[in-house]
């Protein structure tokens, strides 16, 4: 198959192995592996991913805080199917990808990323997920991260992320800090709040979260995990044996999906 005629999708690269490090753009990884579609990666340093996105219809997903669209990655563009404008199609943001790759690239042998009648039901657990777990690890992940961007990403990102944090990111949570050793006591808490809901499908010792195949959900916390894996490999022998092991088999257990094209 021709490169000019498989999806592309845009993410943001670092000095990890492999380049790809962000959550939110593993979740879509994920997704495209896991359903076995042909694509390739496109690279964007921080400060081209508006006009980038600008230049080939992508929707903006956010507001920034003056109300000016915000364009955010990952985005993909499927060249085989033909969007209303004429041009190929683009979508924004991984919850929508994962929509559209079920629709567009059923795959019956594998199991849906959406199974019927849960749709609704995900996305509470993603915005559960979001805002309880996700969110706890920002003070600290945000100054590690820019440690690990390109020279083209680092002015952006500091500028960007220190308005968000109201402080210098060498400051905002210093490594073994009191507050950096608080935000993963509160991190453990929020994980064993979702082992607990988790729990309720059986103490079987099923890491996934419908308990049969993946679906989204399963990528959102493996998306999650691998970026800490990534980012503070020493916390994370700690984390992988939170709540009996459960987080450490799946990441694992996602591992066959984890390639990067």
Same mark, same amino acid.
């Given at each position: ?33 896991? =359903? ?27 507001? =920034? ?109 210093? =490594? ?86």
């Amino acid at each position: 198959m021709s490169s000019d005629s498989i999806i592309t999708l845009y993410d943001a690269p670092s000095d990890f192995n492999g380049k790809a490090w962000s959550a939110n753009m593993w979740k879509a990884r994920y997704a495209l592996n896991y =359903k076995g579609v042909p694509y390739k990666t496109v690279w964007l340093e921080y400060p081209e991913i508006e006009p980038t996105m600008r230049s080939i219809g992508a929707a903006p997903t956010r507001k =920034k805080p003056d109300g000016s669209p915000l364009y955010t990655l990952p985005v993909i563009v499927d060249p085989s199917r033909t969007a209303p404008s004429g041009g190929p199609t683009v979508v924004s943001e991984s919850f929508h990808i994962a929509e559209y790759l079920d629709e567009t690239y059923p795959t019956p042998s594998t199991g849906a990323l959406f199974p019927p009648g849960t749709k609704a039901l995900q996305q509470l657990f993603y915005d559960h997920f979001y805002k309880n777990v996700a969110m706890v690890t920002i003070p600290m992940a945000l100054p590690e991260l820019f440690k690990h961007l390109n020279e083209g990403s680092r002015p952006y990102w500091r500028l960007t992320r220190e308005a968000m944090l109201g402080g210098k990111l060498e400051e905002v949570c210093a =490594k073994s800090s009191e507050k950096w050793n608080g935000v993963w006591d509160e991190l453990e808490k929020a994980f064993g709040v979702l082992a607990a809901l988790l729990d309720k499908n059986g103490k079987d010792g099923n890491t996934l979260v419908m308990g049969t195949h993946p679906t989204f959900s399963d990528f959102v916390i493996a998306a999650f995990l691998e970026m800490h894996f990534l980012l503070c490999p020493e916390e994370w022998q700690r984390m992988r044996t939170w709540n009996g092991g459960r987080w450490g088999r799946l990441r694992d257990q996602c591992a066959k999906w984890r390639s990067v094209h």
